[in-house]
């Protein structure tokens, strides 16, 4: 039986990178932490900025992850360095409350930091993301950026912008990055199911169904 872990978004603590083992086409990442492994055991899913990894081996201040060869291409763990700070959640437990949005801890794709605003006490980061992800952007819909599960507050055609309160600039590594950064884009998986039904719907005869998933249905409902 295969079980999917899930995270919401909301950061636990910033770990620091003390080590890392590199391997033919995998490395091994040893990070300190302290909350996360409170009650840490082997097999635990922890999402490092927002990339589920299983934790191999721990210590009283520090657990032992492999990221295995694809997870480093389609991330931002490949530029990783010793010292490096990281975002750190474990897995929702049934009793936990979701406090972010639903976010599966895989990436879509890497994003980059173009723009950083001090607003008032709102820290605001555009972020220009591929194209083939804008589609799933919204305004006022959800964004994981490193694990950490924002707002979006304004779409453009190849960038997105979201905006930080002081508590998440804080508690995040979001708070210290520059123009330039890279970051881990994880999209809202509800907007992926919606779309995999209306592709399903436009290729049903409409003769046979009493009503398909369209845009009319769903605006219907109050999803649009």
């Given at each position: ?61 520090e ?34 409350r ?37 589609r ?25 912008c ?49 009503e ?13």
């Amino acid at each position: 039986m295969v079980v999917l872990a899930i995270f919401t978004g909301i950061v636990e603590e910033i770990g620091t990178v003390t080590k890392i083992t590199k391997k033919t086409l995998s490395v091994n990442l040893t990070i300190r932490a302290s909350k996360i492994l409170e009650d840490v055991k082997i097999g635990d899913s922890i999402a490092v900025n927002g990339v589920c990894l299983t934790v191999v081996e721990y210590q009283k201040n520090e657990f032992t992850a492999d990221v295995m060869y694809e997870t480093l291409k389609k991330t931002n763990l490949y530029h990783l360095n010793i010292g490096s700070k990281v975002n750190l959640e474990r897995a929702l437990r049934a009793s936990d409350r979701l406090g972010g949005h639903i976010v599966t801890g895989h990436i879509d794709g890497i994003g980059v930091i173009n723009k950083i605003e001090k607003q008032d006490i709102a820290l605001l980061i555009t972020i220009e993301a591929p194209s083939d992800l804008m589609r799933y952007m919204v305004n006022k819909g959800s964004i994981a950026v490193d694990g950490t599960s924002l707002t979006i507050v304004n779409v453009m055609s190849n960038q997105f912008c979201v905006s930080l309160i002081p508590h998440t600039a804080g508690n995040t590594i979001l708070g210290n990055k520059k123009l330039g950064d890279s970051v881990n884009l994880e999209v809202d998986i509800l907007a992926k199911y919606i779309e995999r039904l209306l592709k399903l719907s436009s290729n049903t005869d409409a003769d046979k169904i009493k009503e398909g998933i369209n845009y009319d249905m769903l605006k219907r409902h109050g999803f649009l």
